[in-house]
């Protein structure tokens, strides 16, 4: 229950800005794949591509073509509700819907959508999400209580749960762990390792530990200064990115060297 | 020596840090000082409570500046002349609206009686209040007829403005993208903000008298003239209550694969739901006193009509204008002074329940906090 994805050369745009320049990367199914670069240097915007979020913002538009597992996401005439629901989220900041208590946060992509469900069927996705995020055990004797009762590592964790519950190919994750404290982002990296058996896991981030840790290729970005289109300037196994880059800049970035 | 006894601070040296101070009673000394003079020098002129609080007042303030400044510094003595000031300004502004409150609770309460509030006009006349006074009769007659127009009529104006005002905002907020439309209805709403009320009542009996024949009076038209004061008032708060939804829980619900009309109904409108409900009330409180709109779009009756799309209507606005301005019996006014008294402190009293349960509302639906 997982797809590759294939970026073709990519363009995206903000208005008349372009922000990112000439993406060709291949993403495999059941791994891992950390992007790294400075602040604004399009990491963000470019993986909010991969499931038709950047769109939402009004001016934004996209040139080029991301496949997923053969199958262009901007092809003419496909719904990117579709999209979303194949390829889920999980935001920087925690942002679990506060109206609703931990259990239909959870239930929130089933909800949300009207879609039936039995109670029992309820449950038991509940269950699996929560186990699958590790949340289980924290929850589940207050599933009826807000979500935003939470501590911001258990939200985040929430959030994940919400994510999985509705069986997605990929999940992008941009910098999950910036609001949290090292405790809370430990059991999130943990979490992202045994994801990855079962689903396709993108993430973003700047702690470069972070990426050499949980990721199994690394891609880095850069952006030739304020202004211009942010780059992919290399892409390859996270120990090989890490260890012998064969950009300059990477080497400069990875080793701290950098501006 | 010990090292506790370095450290007692000696009793002849002297705390550098420390600054003359004013004993905490000094300021209540002062004040009844000026509470003394002021009542000296208001006997001068003739002693009223109004110029005895006037003159301590300014006593206090001028005072209160002086003794400061004398012990404690120029820096201090300012900081109590503002802080007075501000008080000052405090209770001049609360003066009107005890005062309201006050008047309409002294004359309103003695009209408070069952035969006020369960029956209507009909029947009354002249004779009735005359007899009234010469007697000394219960006084007869009340607004029931009143409250239910005022019911109805404002229950009808909700119901066209909601939606509208509701669907409006969410144009705004969720659709427009900032393009020369919604430009031009947040100008609009602006000007329909401040249109005057009887503008709006000649606007609702105009366009019915067209559709319907002229001088068509009904709840309904006063409802039509009603939500047009109405809208922009709901447009508006909803408006700023959709635009504080953070954008994050919009884009989560996206990222689920949810529709953006689910999103907005399911996720953007429950999470604002307590402070569009407010500014729904506090829309209805703004109309709901309106008197010159009905005149002209509802007319008067003295007896109950229940229905809003036949006849005319009375509400408790018109009904204290009526009974102040052409009393029931023109020779003794007294009992038709009374029910207009009674009418308004009703009136309060249903803007002040509306309020209550906007609260109750807001707590019902507010995003859920705890653990």
Redesign the interface.
């Known amino acids: 229950m997982s797809k590759r994805i294939d970026v073709n050369d990519l363009n995206v745009y903000y208005g008349n800005f372009r922000a990112v320049e000439g993406v060709n990367i291949n993403i495999e199914a059941r791994s891992v794949t950390a992007f790294i670069g400075p602040s604004g240097c399009g990491k963000s915007t470019f993986l909010r591509t991969l499931?038709r979020?950047h769109e939402?913002l009004?001016g934004a538009r996209v040139e080029g073509e991301v496949l997923l597992d053969g199958e262009n996401l901007y092809g003419p005439g496909v719904d990117p509700?579709?999209v979303?629901?194949?390829i889920?989220?999980v935001?920087q900041?925690p942002?679990p819907?506060?109206?609703m208590?931990i259990r239909d946060n959870v239930l929130?992509?089933v909800?949300?959508?009207?879609k039936r469900i039995s109670k029992s069927d309820a449950d038991a996705l509940v269950e699996k999400s929560l186990t699958g995020a590790n949340l289980w055990n924290e929850v589940k004797d207050?599933l009826d209580?807000?979500g935003?009762?939470?501590s911001g590592g258990q939200q985040q964790r929430l959030?994940i749960a919400?994510?999985i519950a509705?069986s997605p190919q990929v999940i992008l994750m941009d910098e999950p762990c910036s609001a949290l404290d090292p405790i809370s982002t430990l059991a999130i990296e943990d979490l992202i390792e045994e994801l990855k058996t079962e689903y396709t896991v993108v993430i973003v981030t700047h702690n470069m530990q972070q990426a050499a840790r949980v990721s199994d290729k690394t891609a880095f970005f850069n952006i030739a200064g304020t202004g211009k289109p942010g780059k992919l300037i290399e892409y390859n196994d996270t120990p090989t990115i890490f260890n012998n880059p064969s950009e300059k800049s990477t080497e400069d970035y990875v080793s701290g060297r950098f501006g | 020596m010990s090292q506790t006894a370095t450290r007692t601070p000696s009793p002849l040296r002297k705390n550098t840090l420390t600054k003359n101070q004013l004993p905490k009673w000094a300021i209540w000394a002062v004040l009844a000082g000026s509470l003394v003079l002021g009542a000296a020098v208001s006997s001068l002129i003739g002693f009223h409570v109004v110029g005895w609080a006037l003159f301590s007042a300014v006593i206090f303030v001028i005072a209160g500046f002086l003794v400061t400044l004398s012990v404690e510094g120029e820096r201090k003595a300012k900081d109590r002349f503002a802080s007075n000031m501000i008080y000052a300004a405090f209770i001049v502004a609360l003066v009107p609206l005890v005062s309201v409150i006050w008047t309409v609770l002294e004359k309103g309460l003695p009209g408070m009686t069952s035969n006020f509030l369960f029956t209507s006009m009909n029947g009354m006349t002249g004779v009735v209040d005359n007899e009234t006074v010469e007697n000394g009769t219960p006084v007869l007659g009340g607004a029931y007829h009143g409250i239910v127009g005022t019911v109805l009529i404002t229950f009808w104006a909700t119901v066209i403005s909601v939606p509208v005002g509701l669907l409006t905002a969410v144009y705004l907020v969720e659709y427009s993208r900032g393009g020369p439309l919604s430009r031009g209805i947040t100008f609009f709403v602006d000007v329909m903000t401040g249109i005057p009320s009887i503008v709006a009542g000649l606007f609702a009996a105009a366009l019915f008298g067209l559709i319907f024949g002229p001088s068509t009076r009904t709840g309904f038209v006063a409802a039509v003239a009603l939500s047009v004061l109405m809208i922009p008032v709901v447009v508006r708060s909803t408006e700023e209550m959709l635009k504080i939804v953070p954008n994050e829980l919009r884009e989560a619900s996206y990222a689920l694969g949810v529709r953006k009309w689910r999103t907005i109904i399911k996720v953007v409108v429950p999470t604002a739901i307590s402070g569009i409900a407010s500014g729904v009330t506090l829309a209805i409180a703004r109309v709901i006193g309106e008197t010159a709109p009905l005149l002209v779009t509802a007319g008067f009756v003295n007896s109950i009509n229940f229905n809003a799309f036949a006849g005319w209507m009375t509400t408790l606005p018109t009904f204290i204008y009526r009974q102040l301005m052409n009393p029931t019996s023109p020779t003794n006014i007294d009992p038709s002074a009374q029910r207009a008294w009674a009418a308004a402190l009703l009136l309060i009293l249903i803007v002040m329940l509306l309020n209550l349960i906007a609260r109750v509302i807001a707590r019902l639906f507010a995003p859920k906090t705890g653990r």
């Open positions: 499931n979020m939402v009004p509700v579709t979303r629901s194949q889920g989220m935001f900041r942002n819907f506060p109206t208590s929130a992509g909800k949300l959508n009207n207050r209580k807000p935003s009762g939470l959030c919400r994510a509705v």
